[in-house]
């Protein structure tokens, strides 16, 4: 499997971004998918995650009533969309996929995409 993220940018302060997650590989639509996100000089952390087929979501405390994740497997797609950005939103954002149930762990994932860019202003 292949991901390609996208649709970062630059975001002033409690606005709005969805972000994509598109992979190749006909088996997407078995995996379940998370996102994450590095800010510079921190740690990966999680933000969400979905499973197979988007009937389980999972949110960190941050993204908890801002962001609502999504797929749409006959697009081979996952959406982070991201309300009321704050500056420490800002990082790369990391989607990827394991086989089974969604994990908060990043060690669990087994593909990667090379992340996009969010920057929040203040």
């Known amino acids: 499997v292949q991901l390609q993220a996208c649709g970062g940018g630059l975001v002033q302060a409690g606005g709005s971004l969805r972000v994509s997650c598109t992979a190749s590989?006909?088996?997407?639509?078995?995996?379940?998918v998370g996102w994450f996100r590095q800010a510079p000089g921190k740690e990966r952390e999680f933000v969400s995650a979905i499973n197979w087929n988007g009937r389980s979501t999972y949110y960190s405390n941050s993204a908890q009533g801002r962001f609502t994740i999504s797929r749409a497997n006959a697009e081979n797609t996952v959406y982070l969309q991201m309300n009321g950005l704050k500056p420490e939103d800002t990082g790369v954002y990391y989607c990827?996929?394991?086989?089974?149930?969604?994990?908060?762990?990043?060690?669990?994932?087994?593909?990667w995409g090379q992340g996009t860019q969010l920057t929040v202003s203040s």
């Open positions: 590989g006909r088996t997407f639509s078995t995996y379940a």
């Open positions: 990827a996929t394991k086989t089974g149930d969604l994990s908060t762990s990043g060690a669990r994932y087994q593909y």
